[in-house]
């Protein structure tokens, strides 16, 4: 390829700029060889001519491809020079953000002075395990292929970050560790990873500072060594330090600060426990004062030494010691404070003995006051003669007291080394390290001193190293692909090395100056001109006799040889080192002395030089001989031999600008640190041999466009690429074939991209042409057709306008005829109507008044008439009164006068006489009916006596049989009890209807009340109508917002539910990890401790105590004695004599037997006394005789009735039941399902109440009844004279017998119920003596042992009686409380036995529901078959398995611990949760609680055994997952709860348990489900997630797109293995389509199975996300069409499994919306509103991550610009958007157990032979 070729015209080159570095501009015109200029146009369109040296024959260098702008790596770059690096790297950080960028082996980093949101734990997760070339550039894949190469390799690695102050160096550093502490984790409980974390903020306070380049600078250089097990899990740490910059300490330049450990410790010197440090603010200080500002901005210095000090105490750093070190520090602001005053001469010294500061001093360090106040402004001199003192020069004394501070702030910062290193030093064995190396970049500034000069110095060295590394692997690549290998030259910087440290080299000529005794600067300046003058890297400035030039391998760089001696010695004072050697405080006096104890220091640290005047002290003070230069020299020796070692990994640091502004790019300082650090290097020996390299298979698919079409019908893609490059580029040294890429020499890739783009050019203008003539033409053929159609529609509307014409000119005429006629008649009807009105008026009128006439006429006539008859009729009422008034005085005188006669007439004799016959006749009769009365009571008497008699008969007969009953106790209830009986049952019937009655009105008003609420609510609805007409638009605005908060509350809701379910779940996880730690913790604990004495538990007990959260059943109500035997049983003798509540239990039970054995007694004593009494003589009293025949017949009758109470209860139940069931159905109707349990126990106490109550009566009748045919019968001659008696004291009245006879026996009756009742009384009073009695007694004996233990206490001292006392009171509340937790026992026991009580009636009464409905439908069928035999049947399986105890762990060994899921297929799915059921059914069904507990506990316990041996099987997982909820479903479906029996049959009911409630059983096969659910979702993942990547966004779903894809840039292969591990989505269906058959087969239920498909198909989605996010590669269009392929299948598959429901597809909404980002336009804004209306899903990080990332796939497609960017910000920051970047993938979503009921009866289930289960039996 000629130079003509490539610079034609519109090439675009690179030429040299004073203000940017590098400028583009573009050739105008074709450059021809031999001219002297180039024609260029700027890309501000000014025209430029470029002047070419004809001798050099220097063209500007090409630009690349804009295709390949922005790449990730700068070696893909196909011209690589130095401003096709900084345009790159200027693209990617200002246009994308991306401030990471590989250059070969370099990670460039560029420091954005601004927080990324790109190093969180999700960002650490997705580099973990990936190669390093398939993802974005971070220092998290430095660290990945670190961390990958040591595992792989067994190597150690390094990781060397370097850069200039500012550039972000330490930050590299701490997340690179912080990369290795997540990933690995530590291999102990000593949070290693955490202290390796801890010591960075410690190092940063005591050995960073702000510079006018950076707020936290590193002032050494330090080297940590990460250890890791043969697990690679971080298991230790040492660190090594170098150089350490010491004059900060004494002196800051302007606008610096000193260490932050200063300004910390002055911020909290007003805490309680800093006041004896006597601090006050920075700015009172000399030392931390000088660069005058003391704060940093957004630096709180109180808050960080608040974690400083947690830091500390996090690596093992005691408070003391900790106060220790900030005394030290603290002393040293003191020091510096101290005022020295010059005497007159000038040549002395002198501090003030009260000087505060040097107080302090003295007494922060514990040394004496005196002596450091004079050897402060004193030395000694030692001569072979004598020894004397010397006074000091005010200078002289400055320098000793700063060179004091420096050495103990040196040795105190190597003393902190020592002990950090010293928290993180393991006593494991370190199998391989990772170090991490955070180094100074190469400095120069305009003065050069002795610390520029050894950081130079290293920057050498690593540079050296650095480019034998990058040669070496140059060197591998070309011969793993065998390339022909030919030697590159690079720059070798071994003379400028030598120039350093070889013998006579700068630093050998410097420490041997310092020897000379009067050896100064300028003679050591001298000494370098006379020997290296000569050296090609050695020059003298001109101006200058004290400054010397070092051409290093980055730039010159001028040093002033001023103070090199001083800082090369360190000299101190060995004076002032002895008076600290002999301080108070431990810490001190260790910094200081010699030996073993400051080697660390001396590892750390520089050394010094003490001068001393005693010859014995030299020889022990050998080390202090040794200067600065030659420690920095041998440490960095030990540096590069470990780093040689090592494979390292380069990371170099650019500061961007030097104003610390984010996101701005100064191109002159990114190019001096470029050429500084080594970058270009690294692109000269590429660009020397073969840097750009493809793959045979990326090759073909980019450029084939080029192959001609008989060579495509070649297989072999390698033959088919080496054939086209042949042809296309003539040169065969221009590129190599290796054994699996293609090696292209610089600007080869551009060539062919170019020749690709002018094909493509071409074939555009063919296509082009093609379809612009296809468009005329049918542009020209639609003209024509339109033309026609014009024509014809013209000429049939002129047609149709003539026909209308001529239709219009004929209706005018009809119309007009039509008018005309119209108008005439409406014209005759006008005045034929007015002429009709007025004839009607008239007529009206004249009517009107004749009709008036007549109406007056007769009015007149009524009020004539009205008042003639009011004259008539008040002449007849006057006439009538005056009639009434004479006859009423004619009648007066009549009665008068009759009166008067009647008075005379009954002063006569003959009237008495009439009087006195009607008397007589009165007497007649009633004597008559008293005789008639008598002879009736006469008669009735006898029947009376008759009756008696019959009685008495009846009474005997009685007796008889009741002595029967007595000696058989059975028999009948006698006639009269049964009507008894039948007469409370109709009472109670009526009491029913009663209340029905009484329901029958609460209905009826309930009825008038809804009418009266239905009124009122229609004349409500009327007034809601109205205000509804007011308030329409108020009410539709309402309704929009109600039903939005709505929507949001409901969101909310479920959110907080799955929050909280998610929480729970977490827990249960966490349970279960915390479980697993444990088990493994005892196994590791049974191992040591297993001894050949050891005796085993037995395996029962070691089974329950390993689960001792699970719950246990107690059924039956047994003793607190006979619970504490029973645990003094199973824990043993030794265990129970251990505690103390079990055996108070125990006393407190035998105090208690032995109170009901003494009461006992007592009985049984007075029992035999009444007996003895009873037996020598009967009473002759026949009352006697008749009470105890009373009570005889009372205690027949009571027993009769408890006999018969059960049979009376049952037949009330089941009423009581109908009728409960019949008010539920009511109740239900009217009012909702109450609760049936409340409804029915209130119905069973009313029904109880009110059989008592009836009970009581019928006794106490019977008992009346009896008694009295008793003295009836005793009584019998005593009777008649009861009847003979007829007189009756009450007076002559007559009373009727029947009457009297009837009061009597109820008087008697009466008499017998109160003398029964008293006689009860008495008893019972008796026995309540008796009790009191014998508690009085219990009191008596109480007291006696009170006053026996006070007079025994009384006889102590008062301690013994403190404690006595103590003791006492102790046993009291003992016992109190045992009582309380009885009380709380027994209550417990009486309301669960009530429950099972209540739940075994609710289950008789189904069962005789359902028994009676089955009878009546037998009764039917067989009055309808009368003549079908009857056969007998045998017994049915009730689906009930039982097993003996020993056979327990033989059950769970074949059904759980060793059964497969393959020896099943064929059965019924979950068949092990169905027989384990049975068997827990069985156990329930015989009341076994222990059995129950046992077997629940050992199947849980066999199910974590299984999945923790097989914690990586799909298929067995899924099985026991099945089974889990299985069991789970039956122990709800068949637990008696009607919630969970709604859909039970019949036959189903029946296998309900009936004694136990497994509600907390349930609880934990909840959790355990959660736990197997959990452990399968990580299988699945764990098995799928390898495929993703690749089947998602790698792999040609659709064919040909791969091939217009961006260039492949250079992969890091030492990271791959061997083979393709490339995936197809194929693969991902298959390998789904096994997980679903899987579940399905194993009769997994479906809501559980679209669970775990909503899981795994968010894991595709985060992980596909994750990886598009940090993928610059993938994000292009071609991807997006891929991904939305991909997703279109995954999608058919959910349908085509009947699971795409919206739960599973939202979860891959965010994937789908970022792939139709891809493909969507992304211009103007219109496309950013529809990129932001259609991006819901994706975070506003995430939508601009992906235009970022976005790469155009050919020169046609223009990028993303950054203004559509900033578009798109602007219209999303409304959103509140999460600040993750990243998707959490291994986020689960809560798992929901639905209840899923089965349809299998239990009968009917098989149990197949395989299993070995031939010991159960079924029931």
């Not at 106060?323 to 010059?342: C, D, M, T, W």
């Not at 009582?1379 to 009636?1401: A, F, G, H, M, T």
Request: charged fraction near 30%.
């Amino acid at each position: 390829m000629s130079v003509s070729e490539l610079y034609s015209q519109y090439t675009r080159v690179w030429i040299p700029d004073p203000d940017e570095v590098w400028r583009s501009a573009e050739l105008t015109k074709d450059y021809k060889e031999g001219e002297k200029s180039l024609q260029l146009q700027l890309e501000d369109e000014t025209i430029r001519e470029y002047p070419i040296d004809v001798q050099s024959n220097q063209l500007p260098f090409l630009r690349n491809p804009d295709i390949l702008v922005g790449e990730n790596d700068l070696t893909a770059l196909s011209y690589l020079h130095e401003p096709a690096v900084l345009h790159n790297l200027k693209v990617r950080f200002l246009e994308s953000n991306h401030i990471y960028t590989y250059c070969g082996i370099v990670l460039v980093a560029i420091n954005p002075y601004e927080q990324l949101p790109i190093y969180g734990q999700d960002v650490i997760y997705a580099y973990s395990g990936q190669n390093m070339g398939d993802m974005d550039p971070h220092i998290f894949a430095v660290a990945e292929e670190a961390y990958k190469q040591m595992a792989r390799d067994e190597k150690n690695q390094s990781i060397i970050v370097s850069g200039e102050s500012g550039a972000g160096k330490t930050v590299s550093a701490k997340y690179a560790m912080r990369y290795f502490a997540t990933v690995s984790g530590s291999a102990s409980d000593t949070n290693i990873e955490e202290k390796v974390l801890a010591s960075s903020p410690i190092m940063e306070a005591i050995g960073n500072a702000k510079t006018t380049r950076n707020d936290n600078s590193s002032r050494f250089g330090k080297y940590i060594q990460i250890g890791f097990d043969k697990r690679y899990r971080i298991i230790g740490a040492n660190m090594r330090t170098y150089l350490l910059e010491k004059s900060r300490v004494v002196f800051q330049a302007d606008d610096e600060r000193n260490y932050h450990i200063f300004y910390q410790l002055c911020a909290a010197a007003n805490l309680p426990e800093f006041k004896e440090l006597a601090l006050t603010c920075a700015e009172d200080f000399f030392y931390t004062s000088q660069g005058g500002d003391t704060s940093i901005e957004g630096v709180d210095d109180a808050e960080d030494f608040e974690k400083t000090r947690q830091a500390f105490t996090l690596l093992g750093v005691r408070e003391s010691h900790q106060i220790n070190i900030f005394k030290i520090i603290a002393s040293i602001l003191h020091l510096g404070n101290v005022e020295i005053q010059a005497e007159r001469d000038g040549e002395s010294c002198s501090i003030s003995p009260k000087d505060e500061h040097l107080s302090n001093f003295c007494q922060l360090l514990g040394v004496e006051h005196s002596q450091m106040e004079h050897w402060l402004c004193h030395r000694k001199l030692v001569t072979t003669s004598e020894t004397y003192v010397k006074t000091m020069s005010l200078q002289q004394v400055v320098n000793a007291r700063n060179a004091l501070a420096k050495h103990i702030y040196a040795q105190l910062f190597g003393w902190i080394v020592g002990h950090v290193n010293k928290a993180l030093h393991t006593s494991l064995k370190q199998h391989s390290f990772i170090g991490v190396l955070d180094i100074y970049g190469f400095e120069t500034f305009d003065v050069n001193s002795f610390e520029q000069f050894c950081i130079n110095y290293a920057n050498e060295k690593l540079q050296q190293q650095f480019n034998l590394h990058v040669f070496k692997l140059e060197q591998e690549e070309y011969m793993k692909e065998q390339i022909p290998w030919t030697l590159i030259d690079f720059y070798d910087n071994q003379p400028c090395i030598d120039l350093i440290e070889a013998k006579l080299g700068i630093l050998d000529l410097l420490d041997e100056e310092c020897k000379v005794p009067k050896g100064t600067d300028q003679n050591w300046a001298q000494k370098l001109y006379d020997r290296h003058s000569g050296s090609q890297h050695f020059q003298k400035p001109r101006m200058s006799n004290t400054a010397f030039i070092v051409v290093h391998f980055a730039d010159k760089v001028e040093y002033l040889s001023d103070n090199f001696l001083e800082k090369n010695r360190d000299t101190v004072y060995e004076e002032q080192i002895n008076i600290l050697k002999a301080s108070k405080l431990p810490l001190v006096a260790d910094l200081f002395h010699d030996g073993k104890d400051s080697a660390p220091a001396a590892a750390t640290s520089s050394k010094i030089s003490v001068r001393s005047a005693r010859p014995p002290l030299k020889a022990s003070n050998k080390e202090h001989k040794k200067t600065v230069g030659h420690q920095f020299r041998t440490s960095l020796h030990l540096l590069m031999e470990t780093l040689n070692t090592t494979t390292p990994h380069y990371v170099r640091c650019i500061k961007p600008n030097d104003e610390k502004l984010p996101f701005r790019f100064d191109p002159k300082r990114a190019v001096q640190q470029l050429r500084a650090c080594g970058v270009l290097e690294t692109i000269r020996i590429s660009a020397a041999g073969y840097p750009s390299r493809w793959a045979y298979h990326d090759f073909y698919n980019r450029y084939r466009v080029l192959v001609k079409k008989k060579e495509l019908a070649n297989t072999d893609k390698k033959a088919i690429c080496k054939s086209v490059l042949e042809s296309l580029i003539k040169d065969p040294d221009k590129f190599q074939f290796g054994r699996t890429k293609i090696f292209f020499r610089a600007g080869q890739v551009a060539y062919l991209e170019k020749l690709r783009a002018d094909k493509f050019r071409a074939a555009t203008i063919m296509i082009q042409k093609t379809v612009r003539g296809w468009l005329q033409k049918v542009k020209y053929r639609r003209l024509k057709a339109a033309t026609l159609t014009l024509q014809r529609y013209c000429r049939g509307h002129l047609a149709r306008r003539l026909a209308e014409h001529l239709r219009r000119t004929r209706a005018a005429v009809v119309l007009q005829k039509q008018y005309r006629m119209r108008r005439a008649h409406q014209a005759y009807q006008r005045v034929r109507r007015a002429t009709v009105v007025i004839q009607a008026f008239a007529r009206g009128m004249f009517v009107r008044r004749i009709y008036q006439q007549v109406l007056r006429e007769h009015k007149a006539t009524i009020i004539q008439k009205h008042v003639r008859s009011w004259l008539a009729r008040r002449c007849f009422q006057r006439l009538r009164g005056a009639a009434i008034v004479i006859q009423c005085g004619f009648r007066r005188l009549k009665a008068k006068r009759e009166l008067k006669a009647l008075k005379i007439e009954a002063r006569s004799a003959e009237h008495l006489k009439r009087l006195n016959v009607g008397m007589e006749n009165k007497v007649v009769q009633l004597q008559r009916k008293i005789d008639d009365q008598n002879k009736e009571f006469k008669m009735l008497s006898e029947q009376l006596s008759a009756i008696t008699s019959t009685h008495a008969t009846e009474v005997e007969k009685l007796k008889e049989e009741l002595a029967c009953y007595q000696q058989s106790q059975g028999g009948d209830s006698s006639p009269q009890l049964q009507e008894e009986v039948e007469s409370l049952r109709t009472e109670l019937q009526r009491a029913h209807s009663e209340r029905k009655v009484l329901e029958d009105a609460h209905t009826r008003e309930k009825d008038e009340l809804r009418k009266r609420v239905a009124d009122l609510e229609q004349e409500n609805a009327l007034l809601k109508d109205e205000k509804a007409q007011l308030n329409n638009q108020i009410l539709c605005q309402s309704k929009d917002e109600l039903a939005q908060t709505s929507v949001e509350e409901n969101l909310l809701m479920k959110k907080e539910l799955e929050e909280e379910r998610s929480r729970y779940q977490n827990l249960v996880k966490e349970y279960s990890r915390l479980e697993q730690r444990y088990d493994n913790l005892r196994d590791e604990m049974t191992i040591i401790k297993q001894t050949p004495g050891h005796r085993r538990n037995p395996s029962n007990q070691s089974s329950l105590e390993s689960d001792s959260n699970y719950p246990s059943i107690s059924t039956s109500e047994v003793g607190d004695a006979e619970d504490a035997l029973q645990q003094v049983e199973e824990i043993g003798l030794e265990k129970a004599a251990m505690d103390l509540t079990v055996f108070l239990k125990l006393q407190k039970r035998v105090r208690e037997l032995e109170q009901e054995r003494k009461k006992l007694q007592v009985q049984l004593e007075k029992k035999e006394q009444q007996d003895s009494k009873k037996i020598p003589a009967e009473r002759p009293s026949s009352d006697l005789d008749v009470d105890q025949d009373a009570d005889l017949a009372y205690n027949s009758l009571k027993r009769q009735e408890l006999e018969s109470e059960n049979k009376k209860l049952k037949n009330e139940l089941n009423e009581l039941r109908k009728a409960v069931a019949d008010q539920a159905s009511e109740h239900s109707a009217a009012h909702g399902t109450p609760d049936s349990y409340c409804l029915l126990l209130n119905q069973l106490k009313l029904a109880h109440e009110e059989l008592e109550v009836r009970k009581e009566e019928v006794l106490i009748l019977r008992t009346q009844i009896v008694s009295a045919d008793q003295r009836r019968l005793a009584g019998k001659g005593s009777e008649p004279n009861i009847n003979a008696r007829t007189s009756w004291p009450n007076s002559e009245k007559h009373v009727d017998q029947e009457d009297a006879i009837e009061a009597y026996h109820g008087v008697c009756q009466t008499n017998r119920l109160l003398e029964a009742q008293l006689q009860a009384q008495s008893r019972e009073h008796g026995e309540e003596v008796e009790g009191l009695k014998a508690q009085v007694q219990a009191l008596k004996e109480e007291m006696d042992e009170q006053q026996q233990t006070f007079c025994q206490t009384l006889l102590l001292s008062p301690e013994a009686q403190l404690e006595f006392g103590i003791q006492q009171e102790l046993s009291r509340l003992t016992n109190e409380n045992l009582d309380l937790k009885e009380l709380v026992e027994k209550l417990e026991k009486n309301e669960k036995k009530l429950k099972k009580q209540l739940k075994i009636y609710m289950k008789k009464v189904q069962d005789l529901e359902a028994a009676q409905a089955l009878a009546q439908s037998e009764r039917r069928r067989h009055e309808l078959n009368r003549q079908v035999t009857v056969q007998r049947k045998e017994k049915d399986f009730q689906g009930m398995l039982e097993y003996h105890k020993e056979d327990e762990a033989l059950l769970i060994r074949n059904l759980v611990t060793d059964l497969k899921p393959q020896a099943l297929a064929g059965t019924v799915p979950c068949l092990p949760a169905y027989i384990l059921y049975m068997c827990i059914r069985h156990a329930d069904y015989v009341n076994d609680d222990l059995k129950v507990h046992s077997l629940l506990t050992s199947t849980i316990n066999g199910i974590k055994k299984v999945l923790k041996k097989h914690n990586d099987d799909f298929e067995m997982t899924s099985f026991w997952l099945s089974n889990t909820c299985r069991l789970l479903h039956c122990l709800k479906q068949y637990s008696g709860d009607e919630g969970f029996m709604t859909q039970n049959t019949a036959k189903q009911n029946e296998h309900c348990l009936k004694n136990f409630d497994l509600t907390e059983y349930r609880q934990v096969l909840s959790d355990l489900s959660i736990q197997i659910y959990q452990q399968l979702i990580k299988i699945s993942e764990g098995l799928l997630q390898p495929m993703i990547v690749s089947a998602m966004l790698e792999n040609e779903s659709i064919q040909g797109l791969s091939g217009v894809k961006p260039t492949g840039y250079r992969k890091r292969t030492s990271s791959l293995a061997d083979g393709d591990n490339s995936y197809c989505l194929e693969a991902v269906i298959r390998q789904m389509n096994s997980f679903h058959t899987v579940m399905c087969d194993q009769g997994l239920d479906p809501e559980i199975i679209l669970q775990v498909f909503k899981q795994l198909f968010y894991m595709i989605n985060a992980v596909t996300l994750n990886n598009l996010l940090l993928r610059k590669d993938v994000c292009s269009w071609s991807t997006g069409m891929q991904l939305r392929y991909n997703i279109s299948q995954l999608e058919e598959w959910l349908r085509g499994r009947n699971l795409h429901q919206r739960e599973v597809a939202e979860t891959m909404e965010p994937l789908i919306q970022a792939a139709q980002l891809l493909q969507l336009k992304k211009k103007s804004p219109e496309d950013a509103e529809a990129i932001c209306s259609l991006c819901t899903a994706l975070s506003t990080q995430q939508i601009v991550k992906i235009l970022n990332l976005y790469t155009p796939l050919n020169e046609f497609e223009e990028r993303v610009t950054v203004a559509f960017i900033r578009t798109i910000q602007a219209q999303l920051q409304e959103r509140n958007d999460p600040q993750h970047l990243l998707l959490d993938f291994k986020h689960m979503f809560p798992v929901l157990f639905p209840f899923n009921p089965s349809s299998l009866t239990m009968d009917s289930i098989h149990i197949p032979a395989c299993l070995n289960l031939e010991f159960l039996n079924e029931v």
